[in-house]
T-cell receptor
Framework: NAGVTQTPKFRVLKTGQSMTLLCAQD?????MYWYRQDPGMGLRLIHY???????AKGEVPDGYNVSRLKKQNFLLGLESAAPSQTSVYFC?????????FGPGTRLTVT | AQSVAQPEDQVNVAEGNPLTVKCTYS??????LFWYVQYPNRGLQFLLK??????LVKGSYGFEAEFNKSQTSFHLKKPSALVSDSALYFC??????????????FGTGTLLAVQP
C-alpha cells in the first residue's frame, strides 16, 4: 500500500498562474481533505469530501477549488495563484476516526 | 467555539528525561482527541487517539497521553526522551458539529527538541 500520495512535491508559480495538485489514496477511504500548513498556524482545512462526487468548503476555501471525480483521487486547484497561497499543502484521507496524511506539496508563489 | 490550544511553541528536554507536551481543548460533549507527529519535510503521522475508555492511552514509539475531562486536557507524555523524538507535535480534536465528516481541528503545534 502506498497510502496517500501527492504530486508534485514542489512547485514555484508566478502570480496569476494556475495549477492543480493531485492527491491519491489506495485505502478505499470515503473521506478526503486538503489542508494548508503555515508557520505558527497549524493546519487549516481548505476543502473536504465525504465521498465520490461530493465536496464541501472548510475553514479557508477562498482561492481554491476541488474535485472528487473518483473515490481514490482528490484534486486541489488554484485558478489564479497569489503570494498569500505560498504554503505547504497536505492531503489526507480518513477512516471513521483516523486521518492519514500525504507527504505534502511545497508551493511558492512569486 | 471549538478549539485546541498548545500553550508551548517549543519544549526542550534532555535525552533520557521524561517529556510532556501540553494540549487543552474546548468542545461540547465527549471529545475525540488525537496526537500527530511531523518530522522535518514529512507529512503528519498518527500517534494515538482517545475516544472512550481508559484515560491513559498508549500509542506509537513509546508515547502515551492522559485524558483529563475536568481539566479539559490531553497531554502527551513519554517516560524517557530520545533525540529521534525531536519533531513537531500536533494535538487535534474531532469537530463535534461536523456530522459524519470526521473533520479535525488542529492546535498550532509544539516543537519538541531533545538534546543529547
Amino acid at each position: 500500500n502506498a497510502g496517500v500520495t501527492q504530486t508534485p512535491k514542489f512547485r514555484v508559480l508566478k502570480t496569476g498562474q494556475s495549477m492543480t495538485l493531485l492527491c491519491a489514496q489506495d485505502m478505499n477511504h470515503e473521506y478526503m481533505y486538503w489542508y494548508r500548513q503555515d508557520p505558527g498556524m497549524g493546519l487549516r482545512l481548505i476543502h473536504y469530501s465525504v465521498g465520490e462526487g461530493t465536496t464541501a468548503k472548510g475553514e479557508v476555501p477562498d482561492g481554491y477549488n476541488v474535485s472528487r471525480l473518483k473515490k481514490q483521487n482528490f484534486l486541489l486547484g488554484l485558478e489564479s495563484a497569489a503570494p498569500s497561497q505560498t504554503s505547504v499543502y497536505f492531503c489526507a484521507s480518513s477512516t471513521r476516526t483516523e486521518q492519514y496524511f500525504g507527504p505534502g506539496t511545497r508551493l511558492t508563489v512569486t | 467555539a471549538q478549539s485546541v490550544a498548545q500553550p508551548e511553541d517549543q519544549v526542550n528536554v534532555a535525552e533520557g528525561n521524561p517529556l510532556t507536551v501540553k494540549c487543552t481543548y474546548s468542545v461540547s460533549g465527549n471529545p475525540y482527541l488525537f496526537w500527530y507527529v511531523q518530522y522535518p519535510n514529512r507529512g503528519l503521522q498518527f500517534l494515538l487517539k482517545y475516544i472512550t475508555g481508559d484515560n491513559l492511552v498508549k500509542g506509537s514509539y513509546g508515547f502515551e497521553a492522559e485524558f483529563n475531562k475536568s481539566q479539559t486536557s490531553f497531554h502527551l507524555k513519554k517516560p524517557s526522551a530520545l533525540v529521534s523524538d525531536s519533531a513537531l507535535y500536533f494535538c487535534a480534536v474531532r469537530d463535534v458539529y461536523g456530522g459524519a465528516t470526521n473533520k479535525l481541528i488542529f492546535g498550532t503545534g509544539t516543537l519538541l527538541a531533545v538534546q543529547p
